[in-house]
């Protein structure tokens, strides 16, 4: 059994953290901790898991007790950890912010992106979980570099549920204003574009090609849809074919012959990716839920293989559908 | 020209006046007071009037230069204006609070539900504006009691959108949580019975039956759906009838042969009623938009009948209809 | 492994057993049967399930391959399919329409609401899984009907979500309409009625109460939301003890302490129910998944009871949450 | 008064038409046409419009009783009505449909879209009007190319309402599919290129860049959302002072200093555009009505133009804000 520690256990990833590992086969939660619930019970904020758990929310991070810590707090808590605490020596560390995500001297962390970067997980001590836009993005691109076929500009639209603003209730997650409402914000500025170039540059160094996102407010809670498009010079059967073969191994991902809706995927750690050609432009649609495989089944996909444990124990979510 | 005064001017209902008022043939809006946005356009909190209005909230409040103030504050607050302030002899005022929608000595407000009052209004200094589901209900129950039959409990269900709980993004409003979700709030204790009970009696003095009332939060932004029903000794076509007859003088109340849904009736000041009998008891439904019929457009019509207007003017709306 | 068969493999409450069945330990899908889809696969219908299952709809039905039957077609096609089919001695079959729900001379199928019938429903051989909104509005009122406590006039309302309308497309499913609306139907006329009250009259035999029930259509996918209130002479206290004391031993319901949202059992197959005392009235409230524990979830059920497995076997599953 | 037949009156432009003519104070609707509902009242289909018009669907097609009809047929029909009836001399024509919008020999229509062909529309006797996400996208690219600046590929993406797919249920607009759901759909492929490249033509004759369109569809039910972006030498201020001059004679499109949501033109007939500028490129959103702007309130505009009436006659409409 895995002992599991969850830090900044009151909001939607470790939420969702909590609804996955309650049921995960090898692994087990010894605390939750939140400073402005201790004491209270988990289900006191995640009411949804009445009758799942009595765990508590605990105020001490007991870590010497766990194998491995899941970091939920704001973006800086995580540094801030690293730096507060002093880590017991065989402790893994998975971060859900995005404090580690891009490398610099002295960064530790492994970037905790499966499809990418699957062995230097399974080998690794820290993991920087990647962002939900930047996961959803990378893997409409992946494949395209790993062949060095991204020599042109890259144009990305993608469209997100409410659930990525997180739980604090803002005036763009006030239900009279998003409901039936759709709207840009971080035009060509958002902050996840550094971790997806940083990859890319991993797979075809010399790529130097703009990378165009505009990511837009959707009117749903759960769930990103991404479409890419870049010029490309094979035939479509070439795509899919490199497309597939990049991703056989990769059980989480799917290459559909079907136009996917993002919501086939809402509540499983799935990626379903599509492929069209149009002219000289390749266009990828992507679909995830980002606070699954863009976030904390991500997060366990990436405990799994820090554990040498099969990738996809814990989950087999059933989807909503509907 | 009717000169208008908003006192309150950022929220959900003063909101609204402005929309109809920037349209009314027969009023002006003078000024739009608001201490938290004083000197900002009042599109920068409104942001659909872009291109309607010019107007900038005013911290002041120049009563001496209007024929009628609505009174937009929060529940408390039109009892403080009142008392701190030194009205002009002519000035009207419209309240949409519910300070004074029960009668007690020195209440000098008249009930402002034209469907109930409509002379003593025409007639009134000040008007009290009915609560959203207040008016929902009464809608479903005035015909009755008039005719002096409610002998018998009365049980109510009403689903109100989330623009009734207003501006302020909290728990219950937030969008992940809102969307798709359906609870129950106040149950029999809901704070618009006592506005209901009063209009009852007024219309059948010894009305002493029990009034059983279950608000519920819907998923939707605006428009409340009524329920309700009672004990009823006479046919279906005799409370068509009775109903019919009743509403006949009053242009926003339709009775209609088809079972309706809340929609029909968002963005318009109308409510539509409709009947079904079943064994010995009379069902009534009726759909309003809260923030319409509910609030402001009830405002709106209220002050068309203190001015002498036709109750209609500025309120011909488009539905939304989708 | 039971071996598992899907009649009517293309609808709603068929694409969830398939959900569920692809992840459960001890079954095994050995065909989908579908008249209008037979040779494609199943994905082809329910496109959540790529990368989940290869089958293939087929065209018959090899019933001495399978231990059980699960029947997902429209009402009345069971009777059918039972008069025209020879089935193997050992054959289960569980019924999800209203087919073979009320008792009458000849019907051999239990009932399968596993709080009301666990026992029975071990021992059966043919199970008629209950309706969506039967099985909501029983979970409020069995522990009052146990304890012959029913003896005053019933006040039900119930919001449905949009997915227990099915799967092809209405002019009352269509989203324009649908989409921010809110509307009631079949009003004190809903065909649950008849389970309900049979189920309460067997367990408090002298039962004569008045039933009345609202059905509502709500502007959400999945999840019906029930309140219920009539006479209790008890206290709130005595009340919980009762439903507590009830629901000891069934464990997909939870009775809370706190007022619940629909949304917080989507996805899952449990019944979150909630007591408030007003008056002389018990309010309960419940919430479940019209398509888990108001169909595919508690088929599975009684599936698991039938063949001897726990109760809970194959249903931990995630809640949606948001 | 202006006289106005509608012929194809069931569907959702028609309903709309009927919504603002109503009101209109300078028209007057004589008959709505509609073969399958032909003696049943105009309420029947247009629900919402109850109590505020006694007109009955005919079948017939009184032409000579009319000033102009709109056509709201589906695409294709009119053609078929313009080749077999015999127009009176004097009749405008406004067709809602495709069929007349792209130049052609023996063409007579003029395409509606005012502020393109305001002049041209006023001398018109037919008009061709907009599709909408035609008008949507123009309007984000006119005045760049009546500057003949459109040198570069042209990147567009745009998120449309579920009424953009009409009013007979399908898959596609089934709630519970399309319900939280995001999907593309005739990527690179949609069928208004056409005309939106007609349009740029017209103002920059040698215009041939890359029209790079991803149409989505979002979960909302009335609304175009469109993000465009291209690559602009100039700063961002003279963006603004180019769009502002452009559209400074245009009353229904507002140029915001606010990063407009989709929902603060539902229900009017505005187009609010806005501007950001990252790099070499220009981004362009604009928010319109689909219904509305993009097809029957653009319709009442052009019907003003033909008429000789102020613009904006008819069409000052109340948003719905939420």
């Given amino acids: 059994m895995i002992k599991v520690g969850i830090i900044g256990g009151a909001g939607y990833t470790a939420g969702e953290l909590i609804r996955i590992l309650v049921n995960h086969p090898d692994a087990e939660i010894v605390f939750v901790q939140s400073s402005s619930n201790a004491g209270n019970p988990v289900t006191s904020v995640h009411d949804d898991l009445a009758g799942e758990t009595d765990l508590q929310f605990t105020a001490g991070m007991p870590l010497k007790t766990v194998d491995v810590v899941f970091l939920c707090m704001g973006h800086g808590k995580s540094v801030e950890f690293m730096q507060e605490n002093n880590l017991p020596e065989n402790l893994k560390v998975i971060d859900l912010s995005h404090d580690f995500r891009l490398k610099r001297e002295g960064n530790e962390f492994v970037y ?11 080998a690794a001590k820290y993991i920087a979980n990647p962002g939900c836009f930047a996961t959803g993005i990378q893997l ?28 604090k209730p803002t005036e763009s997650t006030h239900f009279s204003w998003r409901s039936g409402n759709v709207s840009a914000y971080k035009i060509f500025e958002h902050q996840h574009e ?13 790529f ?8 837009i407010r959707g009117n749903h809670t759960r769930g990103i849809f991404v479409s890419a498009y870049t010029k490309y010079s094979g035939s479509l059967e070439e795509a899919k074919i490199l497309f597939r073969s990049y991703y056989a191994s990769h059980p989480f991902v799917v290459v559909s012959e079907v ?64």
């Fill in 194 to 206: 550094g971790e997806i170039l940083q990859s890319l540059k991993q797979l075809q160094p010399g």
């Fill in 208 to 215: 130097d090609s703009d990378f165009n996102f505009v990511p």
């Fill in 259 to 322: 136009n996917p809706g993002v919501k086939q995927v809402v509540n499983t750690n799935k990626a379903v990716i599509y492929l069209e050609k149009h002219g000289d432009k390749l266009v990828i649609i992507s679909v995830t839920d980002n606070l699954l495989k863009g976030a904390s089944g991500q997060g366990v996909q990436n405990m799994n293989l820090l554990f040498g444990l099969d990738e996809k124990t814990g989950l087999n979510l059933k989807p909503v559908a509907f």
């Fill in 140 to 167: 409409t691109l992946l494949p395209l570099a790993a062949a060095r076929l991204l020599t042109s500009d890259i144009h990305v639209q993608a469209i997100t549920g409410s659930t990525g603003a997180g739980q």
């Fill in 112 to 122: 905790g992106l499966p499809e990418l970067n699957r062995e230097a997980i399974k």
